[in-house]
């Protein structure tokens, strides 16, 4: 069985988009990084998986895990 693709928010041309790992395509593009990323959001809890935001530079800024956390947190 192949593994879920994680949910990546980034830039693309003057607006942003929602990439799939490994995709070489983006999904629907968006005017704002906050409807990209809501969008992102609902994409990666109903595939179970990561949704990673990256900001204008490309750096990840926010990574939320919607599926089997590999490392949860202790405590």
Known sequence: MAKKANV???R???G???RSEGASRVS????TQAA???AGRQTARERGVEH???GRSGQI???????N???PPQG
């Open 8 to 10: 990546h928010t980034v």
């Open 12 to 14: 693309h041309g003057d």
């Open 16 to 18: 942003w988009a929602n």
């Open 28 to 31: 629907k593009k968006y005017d």
């Open 36 to 38: 990209a990323a809501e």
């Open 52 to 54: 990673l935001i990256h």
């Open 61 to 67: 800024r926010e990574r939320n895990s919607y599926g």
């Open 69 to 71: 956390d590999p490392h």
